[in-house]
């Protein structure tokens, strides 16, 4: 990708080059320094913004977009959620929700980013991260959550996608070309967010694919973890969703995962071998049932 772009963006800069206003330059050579001196702004450009980092134990990834384009268009794809959504009208909610997911974000390997964290009123069962910290629940999951570790364990899942930036991989895959081109021209931001706004929602609310989620589910389970909370609530709140998602046929679980049954299990199965694998001392770690049950009382 970061090939094709060099080439369309000197192919575009050699078109547009105007003959130089001093006749005895020649005009060839300066169009030349011109062309090297945009590919050598863009290369340091991204290298500025290339490894940026995606996960537990410093692991890092080529990331071409900015934070702050991320943020933009993280904003937009919000605007969108909560113009179409209803917020849960419950300052209380909204405040325990951004508790919870504070502790988590205060552990992860993304801890400046600025997270926001929002109850949707809907029965829907899901919850979802927009690229940016943007982090919604509806109440349709919350409500099948009996203890603060299980709200811990889906928050920790959304927060990973956000630290492993698997929306922004996702559009690089898609515009990676586009977006090199846009960075190197200056073109605004915003412009570039309204574009893939909507192929980022769709994304968010979709799921990741296959080997993204596995990967959200691991962070996750290391993250619930670091912030004090039992991880045995991941594998009992991934199967009470994967048996609700089972009376709704093909419809998998959060992000509504069109997962098939064996995935499911897999999920699950990889959860458990990691717990397993920790020290055993995670085992005592509180689950705080009491302080969800008030919370969810007021849902009813
Ligand atoms: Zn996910």
């Not at 330059?25 to 062309?35: A, D, I, L």
């Not at 945009?38 to 290339?50: E, K, P, R, Y």
């Not at 670091?226 to 709704?248: C, H, I, R, W």
């Amino acid at each position: 990708m970061l090939l094709t772009g060099l080439a369309i963006l000197t192919i575009k800069y050699l078109g547009d080059a105007r003959p130089p206003a001093d006749a005895n330059q020649n005009p060839k050579g300066r169009m030349m320094t011109r062309v090297s001196s945009i590919a050598v702004n863009l290369m340091v450009m991204v290298l500025l913004v290339a490894c940026a980092t995606t996960g537990p134990g410093g692991e890092k990834s080529v990331i071409l977009l900015s934070e702050e384009q991320e943020k933009s268009i993280g904003r937009q794809v919000a605007q969108e959620v909560e113009s179409q959504e209803n917020i849960l009208q419950d300052s209380l909610w909204q405040s325990y929700l951004t508790e919870v997911g504070e502790k988590i974000v205060a552990v992860c390997d993304r801890p400046d980013l600025g997270y926001r964290f929002r109850v949707i009123a809907s029965d829907q069962v899901n919850a979802f991260a927009a690229p940016g910290g943007f982090i919604y629940f509806y109440t349709g999951i919350l409500d099948m959550m009996d203890t603060e570790a299980e709200l811990a364990a889906v928050m920790a899942h959304e927060i990973s996608h956000v630290v492993a930036r698997h929306s922004v991989k996702t559009l690089q895959a898609a515009y990676g070309g586009i977006i090199l081109i846009n960075l190197a021209l200056g073109k605004e931001s915003q412009e570039l967010a309204g574009q893939v706004a909507g192929t980022v929602l769709n994304l968010a609310l979709t799921g990741y694919g296959r080997s993204n989620e596995l990967q959200a589910d691991e962070y996750g389970v290391h993250y619930m973890v670091k912030a004090g909370y039992n991880p045995n609530a991941t594998v009992d709140m991934f199967t009470k969703l994967a048996e609700a998602s089972g009376d709704q046929g093909d419809r998998g679980f959060f992000e509504n995962l069109t997962a098939s049954h064996p995935e499911t299990q897999e999920r699950i199965r990889k959860i458990e071998a990691q717990i397993a694998a920790m020290d055993e001392n995670v085992q005592n770690l509180p689950i705080y049932p009491d302080r969800y049950r008030a919370m969810k009382r007021r849902l009813e």
